[in-house]
């Protein structure tokens, strides 16, 4: 009989009472398997190597997607310039799908009759795990133990004292989840919703005071370089903005939203390098789009991110959506400049040979070259024809401000 569960594992509680529950009391050859996104170093994952094998898994292996998660993901929503509710930038929403497709793609390399996951039955990531699992390999069944028997914190670490699991459970007082794209902080005040997280509760500190100036090269919408540093991977430049963001503090928030299963959410996430490299991109798009490839591109992203929130990234109008984003993109390619300081950062502006400003037509306010005033009257007063009309057949009340009718 085939015993083997495919567990997506992160070391935290949850995943490592999974182990647990699946080997002692289900009887299951236990395979745990860590999907990295970028969140974690080596020295990271071969801690949690060490605590799987602790808990007596069968195997344990490490699946890498960061790259793949950047070229089908992240740099679309950079294109867009997604921000969940202009806020958040899909840290974990995104990446879900990429982890649940790696452990199909090894659940199915080892011939697992199961797949496991600790998600509980409140949360989106049970969706986004179940959805994927299902669409792509309905064939395997899914088991959820935390979801299924509704437990608590506590209980779950009462379930491992009694077996001889000994951790310091005060580091697990909050859910955090790492990717490249950003980090989700959630428990305590996250479940309130009049109450911020405390500073400890984020996983990086403030080391750096006064400011500095930080300068990121963008080639068609991809940023290719760091304070003139060039970086073939546009994985490490992500790294490096990150690096020295995450000095500053920067990329702090808590985002409340709706869940794909109809309740509000609320959860604290630090994301330094998704949000300077986002306002960075944007206003580089400001200096080098027309105004409708920015409008509609707006539209777009928003339902992109929507979509990509809401586990729909197999839909394939998805890639309709990345065609129209990857093809807006190029002429976005030049400096912008941005200054840096404790907590918080400005979009101080921009270099680039496709700056729309520079084209010689005019200075905004100042100095019109390619037109003169008689042009600007006529163009006014055919601008103006189609309410001139609507007013004249319906009157306008200034006090009130409606059309009288």
């Not at 993901?73 to 879900?96: F, H």
């Not at 390399?109 to 179940?130: P, V």
């Not at 955090?176 to 996983?203: C, F, M, R, V």
């Not at 994301?271 to 409008?295: D, G, N, R, S, V």
Request: with cysteine; aromatic share 10%; glycine share 10%.
């Amino acid at each position: 009989m085939n015993k083997k569960v495919v567990l997506a594992f992160s070391g935290g509680l949850d995943t490592s009472f999974c182990v647990k529950y699946l080997k002692e009391e289900k009887g299951l050859d236990v395979y745990s398997a860590i999907a990295n996104t970028g969140g974690f170093g080596e020295d990271e994952l071969k801690e949690i190597e060490n605590g799987a094998k602790q808990l007596g898994v069968t195997e344990h292996v490490t699946l890498d997607v960061t790259n793949l998660y950047y070229r089908n993901c992240i740099r679309y929503m950079i294109y867009g310039n997604v921000l969940k509710n202009n806020t958040y930038p899909l840290s974990v929403s995104s990446e879900r799908i990429f982890q649940a497709m790696a452990i199909v793609d090894y659940a199915r390399k080892i011939g697992a009759q199961y797949i496991a996951h600790g998600s509980t039955g409140a949360g989106n990531d049970q969706i986004r795990f179940d959805l994927t699992f299902q669409i792509l390999a309905p064939e395997i069944e899914i088991l959820t133990p935390i979801r299924d028997l509704t437990l608590s914190r506590e209980e779950e670490i009462e379930y491992l004292k009694k077996r001889g699991i000994q951790k310091d459970w005060t580091k697990l007082a909050y859910s955090i989840n790492q990717g490249l794209w950003g980090t989700s902080i959630g428990g305590k005040e996250t479940l309130t919703t009049d109450q911020a997280l405390p500073e400890e509760a984020y996983p990086k500190q403030l080391k750096k005071e006064g400011s500095e100036e930080l300068v990121l090269t963008f080639e068609k919408g991809e940023l290719k370089a760091v304070n003139g540093q060039v970086f073939p991977n546009p994985v490490d430049a992500i790294r490096k903005v990150e690096a020295i963001g995450a000095d500053y503090a920067i990329g702090r928030d808590i985002h409340v939203g709706d869940t794909i299963i109809g309740i509000k959410g609320r959860v604290g996430f630090e994301a330094a390098a998704p949000l300077m490299i986002i306002k960075a991109h944007h206003l580089l798009e400001k200096h080098t789009l027309t105004k409708w490839q920015m409008y509609w591109k707006e539209q777009l992203a928003n339902w992109y991110g929507m979509l990509l929130h809401e586990a729909q990234y197999l839909e394939p109008v998805m890639r309709d959506i990345e065609v129209f984003l990857e093809h807006s993109q190029a002429n976005v390619s030049g400096d912008v400049i941005l200054k840096l300081h404790p907590y918080r950062f400005e979009t101080v502006g921009i270099r680039s040979q496709h700056d729309l400003m520079n084209s010689g037509f005019g200075d905004y306010g100042e100095m019109n070259k390619e037109w003169d005033g008689n042009d600007v009257k006529g163009f006014t007063k055919l601008m103006s024809n189609y309410l001139k009309v609507f007013n004249k057949v319906n009157g306008f009340d200034v006090e009130t401000g409606n059309n009288n009718g």
